[in-house]
């Protein structure tokens, strides 16, 4: 086996999660620069047999292959000479700060409900819903969001109070109206274009009209202007300025909505669901504006309902904890749950159907319907093993290193089944392994037919090292073929600069020119590396793009002048060229919008196709968002 040592970097190819100096461990090629990938069969040692795998609870068959050793799929050629350009979206972190604002209710975003005094302190107490049990404040919407966010919000909650706005006099709560039948009080609260938070204080509360005084309040909803100025009405998911910018991809990446880096869920109940008073925390814990140790996502059913709504392939992830929390994978129940989750949604406690209705199974569907439905017919799911285990983005990366250096003492004779004593080896076969054991719990529920068909296990390493992806050696020599549970693997390309420092001085064409240096240079290369890698292994799926677009870390003055300068478009175009040209799979770009330099635009305010200037080439485009315009150009023209 090939040996790879570590070393520090400063990386360009990290999650984009915050634009942070961020010191991560990259793994380097060995001194002879051999790719695991590129190993043959060794001609000096016998290969150690495959561990039966009746010994291995909940491990299944593998898929039957024929007589070439190729599975019996179509597209065995994983990589393409040219791809015709297929284009999905990261979603953001669903928070009051995040300007995705994804959900048509504000109160969907908003953090758990504080004080009167302070309500940004989410110190106030809650019931398992996590709706207060007292009169409370709740921060709502913190920072300004942009004109599309200014206008009239509907208020409606079960019970009575009092209702005023907090700490901004840019935010007025109008008359109280209650309803006795229904146990129903809504309002009108308007937001003015000057806001820059929405707190709402609710005192006197009473949860009926015979509940004492000070009880709480329940079912509180604040939904959003729509495009025309009406609130969206009562029920609405998600805000039709959200679903207007998804309109030029074909699927989304839900990583930041579910929290997947640090993500400290470990067993099925400690998730997010619809009924949840707020999808930014889970009862009881605060979230992570107060509480950083606990963290956790948005729920996988208004993920998967997303999906469905607006036709899209979805990407999911999976906690790193999952599995039991450590390297030896105890449990198969939290992922076996995903799996039925997918096919056949979930009742209103989270609890996934074990069947259609009438079926055999400890939940089947009622009569009436899932309360939660499944992923519709039709699309696909990827899905991916935790984050960027690589790249120390997250508490992932501390994790999986610690659990490869447990394997190695203990001798694990499957992980470490060649004696190789590096833990950065199993590090990679620790990931490829939860990505089998998610193939082998999709297969238990869709069966072998929905492997590519319905269910896409992802394999994700770093896309300059190759190294990263050894795990697929692994499971090639032990589990039958890599081939038989990872559809692609998947890399990010972005495109840096030399010389991205914080406190740099270039001009924003300076750092353009750089840009289109550094993606000739080193990013054209390493696709075609990660090309390579996907063709050896004869992947369904080839390969992917999880993440990837510019890559500037630091938000200095060029840089930011560099997202809407006019060759920015270049550098987009250029690096989705590069991409399908050499067969790529789904690009996923980082990210729809965010209040730095990583997405596409920073609110949801733009719209492409309202821009004036854009052009379809773009010699004489002068769109405000350039990224938009490469994305259009790319959806629409081809590249």
Known sequence: MKRFSVCAVLSPLFCGAVSVSLLVLAVCLNPSNELLAQDGPSSSAPIPEAPFAGDQPGILPDRSRNADGKQTLKAQSAVREAAEPVLGVNI????DWDPTQMFADAMKQARKFGSTARPYDEAEAIDALGWPLKDAGVAVIVGNQGAWSVGRYALAFTGLAEVASWGDENVSVGPLTYDSATNTSTATVTVGPAYQNVYLVFTKTRRTSASPAGSGVTNISLMRPTI????????????????????????????????????????????????????QQVPPHASQNVAPRYVTGASYEYA????????KDLWLTVPHMAFGGTYQFVSKQWVTNLALLLRYGSDASGNPYSGLNGSDGENPQPETGPVNPGLKPGLHVYLEYSNEFWSGVGDQSAWIEKQARVAIGVEDKDLDWDHDKNEYDLMWRINAKGVMLIAQALESVYGTAGFGTVYRPVLAGQVANAGTFAGLEYLDKLHGGANQYVWAIAGAPYVDFNGDTPRNKLTASQIISGMEAYQKANV????????????????????????????????????VAAQTSVGMRGVTTTLLDSWFGQGGGTFFYYKVCSADTWGLATSLDYDIDEDQGYEARPGGSTEKHPKWGAIKQVATEGH
Do not use: C
């Not at 009562?234 to 039709?240: C, L, Q, R």
């Not at 998967?304 to 036709?311: D, E, G, K, S, T």
């Not at 510019?550 to 840089?559: F, I, K, M, P, V």
């Open 228 to 279: 025309n100025g009406t609130p969206h009405a009562p029920g609405t998911v998600f805000t039709d300025r959200f679903l207007d910018r998804l309109k030029y991809f074909s699927a989304i990446r839900m990583m930041d909505y579910l929290n997947t880096n640090s993500s400290t869920e470990s067993i099925w109940s400690q998730r997010a669901i619809p009924a949840n008073a707020s999808q």
């Open 524 to 559: 054209v290369p390493w696709i075609g590396d990660l090309a390579a890698v996907a063709q050896a292994e004869k992947l369904e799926g080839g390969m992917l793009a999880y993440e990837g677009g510019q890559g500037a870390l630091y938000e200095t003055t060029g840089s």
């Open 304 to 311: 998967i309902q997303l999906a469905n709504q607006a036709r």
């Open 92 to 95: 953001g972190w669903v928070t």
